[in-house]
């Protein structure tokens, strides 16, 4: 059996389980949704928003990319982030990175004249990894080359997703999360904070645990 065929079996397998674990579910779905989060990310396969954070249909509102990248100039990523701002209203944006990015990683490397639109694509990281030359520099290996470029990267679309009028304006301006995601383990890491009254919440680049993280949430909260 070839995997599209799979695929749809594995389907109606899903179908089927979900239904029965909660006869309403597919009729919630139907009525319209009312996600909690924005998630812009990376198309990498290996990075699915709702299985890593163990979110149900209807949580997330999803937007992913090659190496998930934002700009005001690209419509489709303007036109996601209007729709979750001004009509489905999330609270939150999280951007999402990981470690071993292969788009960070082209960029680090010549570019492929045999893949113009990945090129074209990249441009951005291209540039932000020459502005931080001296400080990739200091890591010997391509590895931890690609990584931090990873993190800045994340932090920089954070801070061109809070730049545009969409977030600023906003009525109840969505607080941007920038996160990064660790393929060796699992496990999600902080870069900055949805709130500036948080670990990280401006523009500081070390990484805080999710535990740090929730416990300032907790102390704020309480």
Known sequence: MNRTKRMLLENIAWATESAHGDPAFFEGLALGQSPKALWIGCSDSRVPAEIVTNCSP????????IAN?????D???MSVLEYAVKVLKVPDI???GH???????????PVPSDLPHVARR???????AHTHGDELDEFAGIDERVNRLAELNVMAQVRAIRATSIVHDADHA????GWIFGLHDGRIKVLMSGDPHLPNGATSSRMV????????VETMAS
Do not use: M, Q, T, W
């Open 75 to 77: 419509d489709n990523a």
């Open 94 to 96: 999280i951007v999402c």
């Open 174 to 177: 969505p607080r941007v999360h």
């Open 58 to 65: 209807g949580d997330l509102f999803v937007h992913r990319n």
């Open 209 to 216: 645990s999710v535990r740090e993280y929730l416990h300032a």
């Open 99 to 109: 470690y071993g990015c292969g788009g960070v990683k082209a960029a680090l490397l």
């Open 69 to 73: 990248l934002f700009s005001p100039a």
């Open 122 to 128: 990249i441009a951005p990281l291209c540039s932000l």
